[in-house]
């Protein structure tokens, strides 16, 4: 078999791996996007809190605390050429005791050093105004105006799309078994046979510390750390207008409360650490562990009726920062460790990786032709296919709404089945247009989506439905 | 205003209750009604739940699901009902004497307008995320309402063997369509020490069609990375854990009524159904608008979701007669636990009701249970039922009370339940 050769492989479509494979689709070289899953971003990047960090509460002078702060502003940048939806709702870090109170100016300054300088401090009196839902016993707060929601499916999709529409190959369901070196080139044996290339990326989050042993080195181990969300009703949006926050700890930035861009409201994560890097399941402690304590922030929150509960895993080691590692005499790049900022920084860590190519003999010329691709928008706060009289118009099928709940129109399923990057299974429909995310969860609609889906993909009803083992992993 | 877009009655939704409100509001003389379906044909539920008894107190004859509905959508055309399908309607709001319905269909996004709007939107189940049931998010965990739909509108057959999650009457229907499409049942999972449908039929059942009704029984853990491989059940009298294989979970019941329109139409929600609220003339809090059948409650049975809405019907025409003076409505309230009374108003005095109208359910299970209304202290009706359980209808006469024909502002009327020790 002929191995398929590339300058530059990324191992790993997470919203990181998507994040570089779109920087370097800006040059021209010959990179490929490899993932074992059939889609991108279906492993952490889809099950997080969706917060565009803007870094205030990082630790100063770390990789993080800098790529977080250049990640927050290039996504803001991309996010009107490519449609990724943001509402910058700011947060509103709360003091619930003397010892939380007297940290807040503390958390200030520090803030100031990570660039973040339009923090206030809030008397009670304010942090009430602002949001009059919270529980009695607030002492103080801290508003934070750039904190901002955004939408964690898009966000990968845009960078990986942008990247194959530009010539970035995307391997899909293809798992890294082993890397060899020969000569100068790393010859990757995948599930699909072997893949050469002349510089890894290791964007493989969680096994980002396996990867990084077949590449020779023994330096950090990632241990799961389970964060659990339950997500209230549309109807509980309008409880609250900031990401309720409580003031972080060292091992966790806490259970917040937040809006999202699809308008509904969340309250996780929680934090426990774990063994299994494949354990993404809720539990019955963690569970009523969060509704205790939504039940203390915001009662009137808890009255909702729950939307979906879910679970993700930060990538965790023993180390407090991202394992960046730049390896230009072993052709290798680790992007390791992205434990629980990576949504808000993989532009920034994107960037920094281009930027240290040079030193791997890489030339950068600008891809003539390079079109950004724009998403169609998926946000509550923007205008939706379905509700433009225009769309219909041109194309009726806009106007055959599908998934009731979350108003998703036949066209729009249809387009989740194809373009550059189509969806591989009912998850992929579901990033890809919110159908069956809604109250009823695809009560109504998830037998017609199937349907629909069986015509439109390559895939049958019970292969869609998992039955039939289908051809690669899901 | 147009009169392809003016219409005399609007109703919201083609089901059981719908159709028959918009089929007996048709039957006023030169009243022109029009039905908006969001799916591709009218009737509701019944579309997908192909076994019999349906109809039997509205049609008094026992249907087949598809074959009811395809009669009630006949019988609404008949009566000289409109029905648009593939059309969804996002937001009912008035102005002036005109309610204005918005619409979005492949026609586009359109509005039309109405002297008088039906809101008949049904009911669904809860999800497995409602009820908390936690673990992965594996495929093959469906509500009875979707698995009909896969087997009976799809000829999908979506698994193999399935656990039944619930007891109440729709757990059993779920039962009938696994058979039917020849999966196999390996339990059933109730939660409580009782079965919430009839002892007869859960007995009948577990033998005719061989699984063991799992009493007592919680689910802890769901599993599975693609699909479904099994649950973890846990016995709550002695915390003992099960592992049942399955590849397919049915969640059943615990009904919601559809509100998401009420919702963004900004109508009076009753908090405790989660429902419409609405009085002894279905009429909501919203002038001209009026609700019927599961919307109202999760969930009656199709019959009397028909005669509700023929019922909601009947007051929308008295409504353009100008004959529904100002009522005088009392709010009643329960006391736990009661879970709820619909509709949620009564109207002073009460006048000529029908006795289905009115319906209850409680928590939990209680035997030997009296239930008492009070209205400004007084007692104003009691009545003795025997074992009261819980998702199943209990019927309140409300037509039979007297309420004075006055009733004092800001009062409302209180339900409870005494328990004999
Ligand atoms: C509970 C929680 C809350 C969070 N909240 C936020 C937030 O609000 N804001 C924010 O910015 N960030 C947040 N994060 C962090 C963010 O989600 C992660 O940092 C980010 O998703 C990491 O992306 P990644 O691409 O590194 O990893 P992943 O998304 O895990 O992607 C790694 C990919 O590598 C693939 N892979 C692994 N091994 C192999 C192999 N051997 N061969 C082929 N492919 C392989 C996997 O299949 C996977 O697709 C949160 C995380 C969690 C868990
Ligand atoms: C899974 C399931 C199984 C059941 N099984 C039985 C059974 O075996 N026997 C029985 O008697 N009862 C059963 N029921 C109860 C059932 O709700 C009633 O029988 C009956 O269907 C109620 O009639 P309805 O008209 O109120 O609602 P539905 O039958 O639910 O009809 C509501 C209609 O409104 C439409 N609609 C909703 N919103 C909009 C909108 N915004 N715009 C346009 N159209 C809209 C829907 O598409 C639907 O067609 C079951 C219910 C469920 C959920």
């Known amino acids: 078999m002929n191995a398929k050769q590339y300058d530059i492989v990324v191992v790993g479509a997470g919203v990181v791996g998507c994040a570089i494979a779109f920087e370097l689709s800006r040059f021209n070289l010959r990179v490929a996007l490899l993932d074992s899953r059939s889609d991108v971003g279906s492993v952490t990047s889809k099950a997080n809190s969706a917060i565009l960090h803007t870094g205030f509460d990082a630790t100063s002078d770390t990789i993080e605390s800098a790529l977080?702060?250049?990640?927050?502003?290039?996504?803001?940048?991309?996010?009107?050429?490519?449609?990724?939806?943001?509402?910058?709702?700011?947060?509103?870090?709360?003091?619930?005791?003397?010892?939380?109170?007297?940290?807040?100016?503390?958390?200030?300054e520090k803030a100031k050093k990570n660039g973040v300088t339009d923090l206030t401090v809030e008397s009670p009196e304010s942090v009430y105004a602002l949001e009059p839902q919270l529980s009695p016993g607030a002492l103080g707060g801290i508003r934070i105006p750039g904190e901002s929601i955004t939408c964690t499916f898009t966000a990968p999709l845009a960078f990986a799309t942008t990247a194959v529409r530009n010539g970035v190959e995307w391997l899909k369901g293809t798992h890294v078994h082993r890397v060899h070196k020969m000569d100068t080139r790393h010859q990757l044996q995948t599930s699909r046979g072997i893949v050469d290339c002349r510089i890894l990326i290791n964007a493989a989050g969680l096994f980002s510390d396996e990867i990084d042993r077949m590449l020779g080195f023994d330096r950090f181990t990632v241990s799961p750390r389970k964060g659990e969300f339950v997500v209230f009703d549309k109807r509980a949006r309008s409880l609250l207008s900031h990401i309720i926050l409580p003031v972080p700890t060292k091992k966790t930035k806490g259970v917040l409360i937040a809006p999202t861009v699809y308008g509904n409201v969340l309250l996780g994560p929680t934090a426990d650490n774990i063994q299994d890097k494949s354990d993404s399941s809720?539990?019955?402690?963690?569970?009523?562990?969060?509704?205790?304590?939504?039940?203390?922030?915001?009662?009137?929150?808890?009255?909702?009726?729950?939307?979906?509960?879910?679970?993700?895993?930060?990538?965790?080691?023993?180390?407090?920062?991202?394992?960046?590692?730049?390896?230009?005499?072993?052709?290798?790049?680790?992007?390791?460790?992205?434990?629980?900022?990576?949504?808000?920084?993989?532009?920034?860590?994107?960037?920094?990786?281009?930027?240290?190519?040079?030193?791997?003999?890489?030339?950068?010329?600008?891809?003539?032709?390079?079109?950004?691709?724009?998403?169609?928008?998926?946000?509550?706060?923007?205008?939706?296919?379905?509700?433009?009289?225009?769309?219909?118009?041109?194309?009726?099928?806009?106007?055959?709404?599908?998934?009731?709940?979350?108003?998703?129109?036949?066209?729009?399923?249809?387009?989740?089945?194809?373009?550059?990057?189509?969806?591989?299974?009912?998850?992929?429909?579901?990033?890809?247009?919110?159908?069956?995310?809604?109250?009823?969860?695809?009560?109504?609609?998830m037998a017609n989506i199937v349907d629909i889906c069986s015509n439109n993909l390559e895939m049958s009803a019970e292969s869609l439905l998992g039955m039939a083992d289908p051809k690669e992993k899901a | 205003m147009s009169s392809a877009t003016h219409w005399d009655i609007i109703v919201v939704g083609g089901g059981p209750a719908g159709l028959s409100a918009a089929m007996v509001a048709a039957k006023r003389p030169g009243t022109r009604v029009l039905v908006f379906e969001r799916e591709e044909a009218a009737g509701g539920i019944p579309r997908h739940c192909d076994h019999t008894g349906w109809g039997l107190r509205d049609l008094r004859w026992s249907y087949s699901g598809p074959s009811y509905a395809r009669r009630l959508t006949k019988l609404a055309v008949d009566a000289g009902v409109h029905i648009l399908t593939d059309t969804t309607v996002r937001k009912v709001e008035s102005s002036g004497e005109d309610r204005i319905v918005h619409t979005v269909s492949p026609r586009g996004i359109q509005s039309y307008t109405a002297s008088a709007v039906i809101l008949a939107t049904g009911c669904r189940e809860s999800t497995r995320h409602s009820l908390l049931l936690p673990g992965k998010r594996p495929l093959g965990v469906f509500n009875t309402g979707t698995l009909q739909q896969f087997v009976h509108l799809k000829r999908i057959v979506p698994g193999t063997v399935a656990v039944v999650f619930g007891s109440e009457h729709v757990a059993f229907s779920a039962v009938m369509t696994l058979n039917k499409a020849g999966m196999k049942i390996a339990a059933m999972v109730e939660p409580d020490g009782y079965p919430h449908s009839f002892l007869p039929v859960s007995w009948s059942f577990e033998r005719w069609y061989g699984f063991r009704l799992l009493l007592n029984c919680r689910i802890v853990n769901i599993h599975g990375n693609h699909r479904l491989t099994g649950i973890t059940v846990e016995d709550t009298t002695t915390n003992r854990r099960t592992d049942l294989a399955c590849d397919t979970l049915i969640v059943s019941g615990a009904f919601k009524p559809e509100i998401t329109l009420a919702v963004?139409?900004?109508?009076?929600?009753?908090?405790?159904?989660?429902?419409?609220?609405?009085?002894?003339?279905?009429?909501?809090?919203?002038?001209?608008?009026?609700?019927?059948?599961?919307?109202?409650?999760?969930?009656?049975?199709?019959?009397?979701?028909?005669?509700?809405?023929?019922?909601?019907?009947?007051?929308?025409?008295?409504?353009?007669?100008?004959?529904?003076?100002?009522?005088?409505?009392?709010?009643?309230?329960?006391?736990?636990?009661?879970?709820?009374?619909?509709?949620?108003?009564?109207?002073?005095?009460?006048?000529?009701?029908?006795?289905?109208?009115?319906?209850?359910?409680?928590?939990?299970?209680?035997?030997?249970?009296?239930?008492?209304?009070?209205?400004g202290g007084e007692t104003v009706w009691k009545k003795r039922y025997g074992t009261l359980t819980p998702h199943r209808r209990i019927a309140v006469p409300v037509h039979t009370w007297t309420l004075g024909a006055d009733p004092g502002r800001n009062d409302m009327i209180r339900l409870s339940i005494e328990e004999a020790a």
């Not at chain 1, 990538?315 to 992205?338: H, K, M, R």
């Not at chain 2, 009643?332 to 319906?359: K, Q, R």
Request: charged fraction near 20%; hydrophobic fraction near 40%.
């Open chain 1, 68 to 108: 977080v702060r250049k990640g927050y502003q290039r996504f803001h940048h991309w996010s009107s050429i490519l449609g990724l939806p943001i509402e910058k709702v700011g947060g509103l870090l709360i003091a619930w005791d003397e010892e939380q109170l007297v940290s807040l100016p503390g958390i200030v």
């Open chain 1, 282 to 445: 809720t539990t019955v402690e963690g569970l009523s562990n969060l509704m205790s304590k939504g039940t203390r922030l915001m009662p009137a929150l808890l009255k909702m009726p729950i939307t979906t509960t879910y679970a993700g895993l930060r990538a965790a080691t023993e180390n407090s920062d991202y394992q960046l590692f730049f390896e230009p005499q072993a052709s290798y790049i680790c992007v390791g460790g992205v434990r629980s900022t990576g949504m808000s920084s993989s532009l920034g860590i994107a960037e920094a990786v281009r930027e240290r190519l040079p030193d791997f003999g890489i030339t950068l010329e600008p891809k003539p032709g390079w079109i950004a691709h724009r998403m169609s928008n998926i946000a509550e706060s923007f205008e939706r296919p379905s509700q433009s009289s225009e769309r219909i118009g041109l194309h009726p099928e806009y106007g055959r709404i599908v998934c009731h709940c979350e108003q998703v129109s036949l066209r729009e399923i249809k387009q989740a089945c194809s373009g550059p990057l189509p969806a591989t299974n009912l998850d992929g429909i579901r990033r890809r247009t919110r159908a069956m995310l809604g109250r009823c969860q695809g009560f109504y609609c």
């Open chain 2, 264 to 375: 963004e139409s900004n109508l009076p929600i009753d908090p405790a159904a989660d429902s419409v609220l609405a009085d002894s003339f279905l009429h909501t809090e919203r002038k001209g608008i009026f609700a019927c059948g599961n919307v109202l409650h999760g969930a009656e049975t199709g019959d009397i979701a028909a005669l509700e809405g023929r019922w909601a019907g009947v007051q929308a025409g008295r409504y353009l007669d100008n004959r529904l003076s100002e009522p005088r409505r009392v709010r009643i309230e329960c006391a736990a636990p009661i879970a709820w009374i619909s509709p949620g108003n009564v109207i002073a005095p009460i006048l000529d009701i029908p006795s289905f109208l009115y319906t209850m359910r409680v928590t939990r299970r209680i035997r030997n249970a009296t239930v008492v209304a009070r209205f």
